[in-house]
């Protein structure tokens, strides 16, 4: 890994958190941020710092280049809507977009992934980072979810589990059996407060990642905003997959969550040890 390597930062606590990791090793640090909300504590790890739009394409070649980087991460939430407000993409964004079938973040990102590998660029896999954030499975919370919940977790687990192989969303709420909201565009934050304006108090939800989950694309994450947004819709139990949902905050989170007597459980999918 050469010396200087760039972070293309989204929103959430990873982005400063990785970028820290490897000021430690004695990196030099490039942030290229794509939303506005970073975290204020990465500006002052980065040796130079761009903001761009999603759609900035040729900003970006322009900035890696000048800068000799060969190297990036991608780390941090994008707001997916992102993927809609196209009007704004360069010529050359435009180009890499899909020509046909549908248009996922994920589809995107890993197009994107390809074009950079052709212009000498690597994107790096940011598992090794990862590992201290994913969680073994069992309860996290003092507090257990009742019989009628984990019921209700099992549903949610399993349908998340398809609805993330169908790049449709990976986080499911479920309440007394009946399923209340899929993810889809939203994010998980504004998915778990509109589940609670229809479920009301007791809903439970869960978070997983794909069965070929690939945090290069996509880093499949909960933290301290996600209880919050659970607390706010009153549910009863988050769900969260071992070893492919990075819990961020956690100890602040679980702290939360005890106090208001949320209960949180990690769980492998059926068959995995």
């Known amino acids: 890994m050469g010396n200087r390597i760039g972070i ?16 430690a090793q004695g990196k030099e640090i490039y942030v290229i941020s794509v939303e506005k909300k970073v975290e204020s504590r990465l500006l002052s790890l980065s040796s130079q710092f761009l903001q761009i739009w999603p759609g900035e394409m040729a900003r970006f070649l322009q900035f890696v280049k000048e800068n000799e980087i060969d190297k990036v991460f991608l780390a941090g939430k994008v707001d997916p809507l992102w993927l809609l407000r196209n009007q704004s993409f360069d010529s050359l964004a ?15 990102i890993e197009i994107l992934i390809n074009f950079l590998k052709e212009q000498g660029i690597e994107v790096l896999d940011p598992s090794p980072f990862l ?45 007394k059996g009946v399923i209340v909201s899929i993810e889809a565009l939203e994010g998980t934050d504004k998915m778990i407060r509109r589940a609670g304006k229809l479920a009301g108090e007791g809903m439970v939800v869960a978070k997983v990642g794909r069965t070929r989950q690939s945090m290069v694309v996509d880093v499949p994450a909960v933290g301290l905003a996600t209880v ?40 492998r999918r059926e068959g995995e040890r």
Not at 94 to 108: D, H, I, M, N, R
Not at 144 to 163: T, V
Not at 246 to 253: G, I, L, N, S
């Open 8 to 23: 293309i930062a989204g929103s959430g606590l990873f982005p400063f958190l990785l970028a820290r990791s490897l000021k």
């Open 94 to 108: 435009w180009k890499l977009w899909p020509e046909k079938g549908p248009a996922t973040a994920s589809v995107v």
């Open 228 to 267: 919050r947004s659970l607390l706010e819709a009153k549910a009863s139990c988050l769900g969260i997959e071992a070893g492919k949902v990075a819990f961020f905050e956690q100890e602040k989170a679980l702290a939360l969550a005890e106090e208001a007597g949320l209960a949180i459980v990690a769980r």
């Open 131 to 175: 590992e201290p954030f994913f969680c073994q499975p069992g309860y996290l919370t003092r507090h257990q979810p009742s019989p009628e919940a984990l019921r209700d977790l099992d549903l949610a687990f399993d349908l998340a589990l398809k609805m993330a192989d169908l790049e449709i969303g990976q986080v499911v709420a479920v309440k």
